[in-house]
């Protein structure tokens, strides 16, 4: 069983950075493919950016948060960080991290999912 915990969150205002991180255990087989999403009070989930562990070059990010986040991660550490720079107030969102084998933007692809880390941006 896959198990992902995500942390880093907080309240932080508009402009400022932050970082996220997601550390996972469990078979390494069934998390070949990792993401993060949002969902905002009343919206739907939404895609962020999603990375193979197998080939880093397959890495997509959503286009609102393309040039602002970045994602990386630590092998030896199992656990993958999203890197959040220039915070708006619509980036304000519940964060989730997912894991699944299918390289995909669409969240019911992801099988595994963390409990969620809570970003807010003030204005």
């Known amino acids: 069983q896959v198990e992902l915990v995500e942390s880093g969150g907080g309240l932080v205002q508009a402009g400022d950075s932050l970082s996220l991180s997601c550390a996972a255990s469990?078979?390494?087989?069934?998390?070949?493919?990792m993401a993060w999403f949002r969902q905002a009070p009343g919206k739907e989930r939404e895609f962020v950016v999603v990375?193979?562990?197998?080939?880093?070059?397959?890495?997509t990010y959503a286009d609102s948060v393309k040039g602002r986040f970045t994602l990386s991660r630590d092998n030896a550490k199992n656990t993958v960080y999203l890197h959040m720079n220039s915070l708006r107030p619509e980036d304000t969102a519940l964060y989730y991290c997912?894991?699944?084998?299918?390289?995909?933007?669409?969240?019911?692809?992801?099988?595994?999912w963390g409990q969620g880390t809570q970003v807010t941006v003030s204005s």
């Open positions: 997912a894991a699944g084998t299918k390289f995909s933007i669409l969240a019911r692809q992801y099988t595994y």
């Open positions: 469990g078979p390494t087989l069934n998390r070949d493919v």
């Open positions: 990375i193979s562990l197998v080939n880093d070059e397959w890495t």
